[in-house]
């Protein structure tokens, strides 16, 4: 009526929480992103003004098999989804369930995750993505939880905090029931900060810390080019390193919403400039970050933690050698040492260790053997005993194994750790068909590690040391468009000893050669690597590796050391990665 005043409510002002539907949603895979993986089970609950509306739970029978550690992990076997509708049957029940035509609200921690596989599903059936509205209980959560309060933003971390009435297990309807209890925690803790309808929640969600809000003026005047950026707290100390194709517009997005991880709000509450260097190609780049991170051990890049507290698989040089994890590899290999690594972690290095010791009856105790064994000596271990070890330590006129036939088991350990990864291979296989066979899954995934820690570091190793060992290696590309990088004829690249001494794009159209005689007259000198600590080399090189495998690079000019700089062992590690993963369904899967 005219000459009436009326006080808003919050439903004018959108959408009341109490009002809308959410769909909590979670889904359990056979690993790995949706280009390669699939859904094994969908368990949802639908809710509205905190009231359980439904339930849909079906387990989903994927077109390969599901791997032996997924198994372990969820306890969703091959055997319990064999007599399951497939995704396509699946989809459109569940669709209908969720109601995201209707307007419901759909709800998952870690959305993105779960939100990608639906996408991909609704590909695969020609069926259009209904676009739902999508809240993640993740960025609530990173949000709404302070540090004091968890130490994470797990799922189990944030059950246990808020007491769900059900425990996640990694099982579809259960981690959905749990994460129905964890979202109304959040929204009874965003109440308190003035939000009360959808709309207002999605704002919410979307507002950056005001701690990175008010450091925008640090992105100003930084280049629209790609390169590297650092950013620095007042003394100078380099606290982050990152690469961009344009290193403004990166910076720029630490300031805003887009920016979602805990550490990267104290990281810039911390910075008080932003260092940029402009880089003519990304692998330049690449390599810059690298150098960089490990110069400065920046406190919030989680690769400079420890940078140099890598392990490697050490081939003893005792008079009855051994395998041994250690930190450091030492300029004794003229007198039969072997490495092999670094790994990332000792436990790694410890299960490659294991993959070896089930193919080559190498002894594993650790005490120093004499070259002649006493004849008082003590007696053979258990391993001697069940076969595992010839026990060199009781000596020939014991029983034990002799010299000659001893040095024949480290040959073959140290032409494993170079080049013949078929015992290892050979051993585990055989060991993987008869636990699958006989459905202890467990194990078999435990026996998979510890030969997928062996091959995966010996595949990398074998491959590299061609490339390391080259005192000059020139290749060049053709220059592709890639957005936000400078364009030209070629792409060129000097490598010496593994390592980037130069690189330039030569003008279209132009002769490439004066520019090639140009780069390797100014490139970076190199100096042979010793022993000392090539874990710190080992990244750069495996970048560099990968750029020069891939198939548009011509190499130009090699300078050969003592042996051929670019070959890879026709049996090792590499060849039987490529059969295990061949294998990888059958070894997973009962015969």
């Not at 006080?7 to 009341?16: K, R, V």
């Not at 003035?194 to 950056?208: P, R």
Request: hydrophobic content about 40%.
């Amino acid at each position: 009526m005219p000459g009436q005043s009326f006080q808003t409510s919050f439903e004018d002002l959108g959408q009341p929480l109490s009002d809308v539907t959410f769909v909590v949603l979670d889904l359990e895979t056979t690993g790995g992103p949706p280009s390669g993986a699939e859904i094994t089970e969908i368990g949802a609950v639908k809710v509205r003004g905190g009231e359980v509306l439904g339930e849909f739970q079906t387990l989903v029978r994927p077109a390969s098999a599901i791997p032996a550690f997924v198994q372990v992990l969820t306890g969703i076997t091959n055997r319990m989804v064999a007599g399951s509708p497939t995704s396509a049957q699946v989809l459109p029940s569940f669709l209908e369930f969720a109601g995201f035509d209707r307007g419901a609200v759909l709800v998952a921690h870690n959305a993105p995750y779960d939100v990608s596989f639906l996408k991909a599903a609704c590909a695969l059936t020609d069926r259009p993505w209904p676009k739902p509205r999508i809240v993640d209980t993740v960025v609530l959560a990173r949000q709404l939880v302070d540090k004091d309060e968890a130490p994470n933003r797990k799922l189990g971390t944030l059950a246990r905090l808020f007491g769900t009435t059900t425990t996640p297990d990694h099982r579809a309807l259960h981690d959905a029931r749990a994460t129905v209890d964890v979202l109304h925690a959040l929204l009874s803790r965003v109440g308190n900060r003035g939000v009360h309808s959808l709309e207002d929640l999605t704002a919410f969600a979307a507002t950056a810390h005001p701690s990175r809000r008010e450091k925008k003026h640090l992105a100003v005047g930084l280049p629209s080019a790609p390169g590297v950026y650092q950013f620095r707290d007042a003394t100078g100390r380099v606290l982050y390193v990152g690469t961009s194709v344009d290193v403004h517009r990166r910076v720029r997005s630490y300031f805003t919403a887009s920016e979602t991880r805990p550490r990267m709000t104290e990281m810039v509450r911390a910075a008080a400039t932003v260092v940029p260097i402009v880089c003519e190609t990304p692998l330049e780049a690449r390599v810059r970050e690298i150098r960089l991170i490990a110069e400065h051990a920046p406190p919030y890049n989680r690769r400079s933690k420890n940078p140099e507290k890598v392990s490697w698989v050490k081939l003893t040089t005792e008079a009855w050698p051994r395998l041994s994890v250690v930190r450091q590899v030492r300029d004794d290999t003229a007198d039969g040492a072997a490495y092999l690594g670094p790994f990332r972690s000792a436990q790694t290095a410890e299960l490659a260790v294991a993959a070896l010791h089930d193919a080559h009856p190498l002894r594993q105790c650790t005490r120093k053997i004499p070259r002649k064994p006493k004849a008082d000596g003590p007696g053979a271990c258990v391993l001697a005993e069940i076969g595992r070890c010839g026990a060199p330590c009781l000596g020939a006129e014991r029983g034990g194994q002799d010299a000659h036939s001893y040095a024949e088991v480290v040959a073959d350990v140290r032409d494993a750790l170079l080049e013949d990864a078929r015992p290892a291979f050979a051993t585990a296989s055989k060991r993987l068909r008869q636990l699958a066979e006989q459905q202890r899954y467990e194990e078999a995934a435990s026996t998979r590690d510890r030969l997928e820690a062996f091959l995966g570091t010996a595949d990398r190793a074998q491959r590299r040391r061609p490339i390391a060992a080259a005192p000059e290696l020139v290749a060049a590309r053709r220059c592709t468009p890639t957005p936000g990088w400078p364009t030209g004829g070629w792409e060129v690249v000097l490598i010496r000893y593994g390592r980037l001494a130069g690189t330039c794009l030569t003008p279209r159209g132009a002769d490439p050669m004066p520019h090639i005689a140009a780069l390797r007259a100014t490139g970076e000198v190199v100096p042979e690597p010793g022993p000392g600590r090539p874990g710190l080399l080992v990244e750069e090189t495996d970048v560099l590796l990968g750029w020069l495998e891939q198939p548009e690079v011509r190499l130009v000019s090699v300078e050969e050391p003592d042996v051929s700089p670019w070959t890879c062992p026709v049996r090792g590690a590499g060849w039987a990665r490529h059969h295990l993963q061949e294998g990888t369904a059958a070894v997973a899967s009962p015969a």
